[in-house]
C-alpha cells in the first residue's frame, strides 16, 4: 500500500555511492518520471528482474497525495530506504536469534538501532535509486531503491575498520587529557570513543547478522573503553562550601554522590574537578500582618558552581525563599533555609550531570 506522507524526511548522504561499481555492477542512472508504473511488486516486474535475490536487497518507496514533486520523490526514495533497513533488520535479527540459541557469542541488533519507521535518518552503504515514476491515476509517485549484498557488506565493514581506528586516535586523546590532568575533558573524549566503538560494534554485528565474516574487534574495545569512563568518572570530585548555612550545605553535600561523583573534602586537591561555593544571605525578617509573634524569614542563597582546572564558571544559581513561624525568627529562618535547600538540590544535580555527561 502506497502511504501518505505527512513529513519529509532527513537522509543522510550515501558514504559509499560507489561500493555497487567497486563490486562490478554497472551504474543504472535514476529514470525519468512515466505517466505509467509496470507495477513493481514482484521480483518478476521490470526493473526488479534485474536485480535478483538474494545478490541484491530490494525497497520499493511509495507516497501517494504529494502535490510537491521534489518532495514526493524525496519521500519515496526515503520510503525505499527505509524498505531496505526492514529487510535487513528482520534478517540480521533472526540470524542473531540462532547464533544465540546455539551459544555462539554475537550483539542483537533492535530495529530501533538499524531502522525506523518512515522517518529515517539512516543510510545504506551502496544503495541507489534506479528507477522512479509516477502514476497519475492514484497520485503515487514510486521509488526502486537496491543494495548489492556483497557491497553493503564490505562498506560496514570499511565504516566499521574506519571507526575502530578514530576511536583508537580519540582514546590516546583522552589518555594525553588525563596525564595533563583535565579530568573532565578526558571524560568527554573518552565517551566519544564509547559511542563511536558502540556503532562500530553494531556495524559489525549487522555484517555478523547477514552471513558475513566479522571482527569481535569493535566490541571488545568498547568493553575496554567503558570500562575506561567508569573509572575515570569515579575519580572526579567535588568539594562544597556554603559559610553560615549548614543545612543548604549538607543538601549540597548530599548532590554530589547522587550524581555519581566524589566528595571531597576541604583542602583536598586531588581530583578535585568542580567546587560549589555558596554565599548565603543574612536573613531579613519581616511581621504577618494579624498574626500575633508570627515572623517570617526571607533567605536567598548564591550557588556558584566552578572548574578546578580552568577556573571556568560553569553555573550560577540564585534562589531565595520565604518562611514563617510563631515559635521562633529562629525556627523561621532554619524552614526558610530547608526550604532553600529542597530548591536547590534538584538544580545542582542537573548541573553535575550536565558537566560531567556533556556530550
Known amino acids: ?53 538474494p545478490s541484491y536487497i530490494v525497497g520499493v518507496g511509495a507516497v501517494s497525495d504529494v502535490l510537491d514533486n ?30 544465540q540459541s546455539a551459544g555462539s557469542a554475537g550483539s542483537n541488533v533492535s530495529i530501533k538501532d538499524f531502522a525506523t519507521e518512515k522517518t529515517s535518518t539512516l ?17 503515487t509517485y514510486y521509488a526502486l531503491e537496491v543494495v548489492e549484498r556483497r557491497a553493503l557488506l564490505r562498506a560496514f565493514i570499511a565504516q566499521a575498520e574506519s571507526g575502530l581506528a578514530q576511536a583508537k586516535a580519540t582514546r590516546a586523546q583522552a589518555a594525553a587529557s ?78 554530589v554522590p547522587a550524581a555519581g561523583l566524589t566528595l571531597r573534602n576541604p583542602g583536598e586537591t586531588k581530583d578535585v574537578v568542580l567546587s560549589i ?6 536573613p531579613e525578617f519581616s511581621r504577618v500582618p494579624l498574626v500575633p ?20 564558571a560553569v553555573q550560577t544559581l540564585s534562589l531565595e525563599r520565604q518562611e514563617s513561624s510563631v515559635a521562633s525568627a529562629q525556627r523561621a529562618v532554619e524552614l526558610a533555609d530547608a526550604a532553600l535547600a529542597r530548591a536547590l538540590k534538584p538544580e545542582v544535580e542537573k548541573v553535575l550531570e550536565s558537566v560531567v555527561d556533556a556530550k
Not at 75 to 99: F, H, P
Open 70 to 99: 521534489a518532495d514526493a520523490k524525496n519521500a519515496a526514495e526515503s520510503d525505499a530506504t527505509g524498505q531496505i533497513a526492514k529487510q535487513l533488520a528482520v534478517e540480521v535479527q533472526a540470524k542473531t536469534s540462532v547464533q
Open 123 to 139: 543510510s545504506i552503504p551502496g544503495s541507489q535509486v534506479v528507477a522512479t515514476c509516477y502514476e497519475p491515476g492514484t497520485t
Open 293 to 312: 509573634n508570627a515572623v517570617v524569614a526571607h533567605r536567598r542563597v548564591v550557588v556558584n558552581i566552578v572548574r578546578t582546572d580552568t577556573g571556568e
Open 178 to 255: 588525563e596525564g595533563a590532568n583535565r579530568l573532565l575533558d578526558a571524560l568527554k573524549v573518552m565517551r566519544e570513543a564509547v559511542q563511536e566503538l558502540d556503532k562500530d560494534a553494531r556495524e559489525m554485528a549487522i555484517v555478523r547478522g547477514l552471513g558475513g565474516q566479522a571482527s569481535e574487534e569493535p566490541r571488545r574495545a568498547a568493553d575496554e573503553a567503558r570500562r575506561e569512563l567508569s573509572r575515570l568518572r569515579a575519580r572526579l570530585g567535588v568539594q562544597v562550601s556554603v559559610p553560615g548555612d549548614p543545612i543548604v550545605a549538607q543538601a549540597l553535600r548530599q548532590v
Open 277 to 282: 561555593v555558596g554565599d548565603a544571605q543574612p
Open 1 to 53: 500500500m502506497p502511504r501518505s506522507f505527512s513529513s519529509r524526511p532527513i537522509l543522510m548522504p550515501s558514504v559509499c555511492a560507489l561500493a555497487l561499481l567497486a563490486a562490478g555492477c554497472a551504474h543504472v542512472p535514476p529514470a525519468p518520471v512515466v505517466a505509467r508504473c509496470s507495477g513493481w511488486s514482484q521480483p518478476t516486474d521490470p526493473p526488479r528482474d534485474q536485480f535478483p535475490s
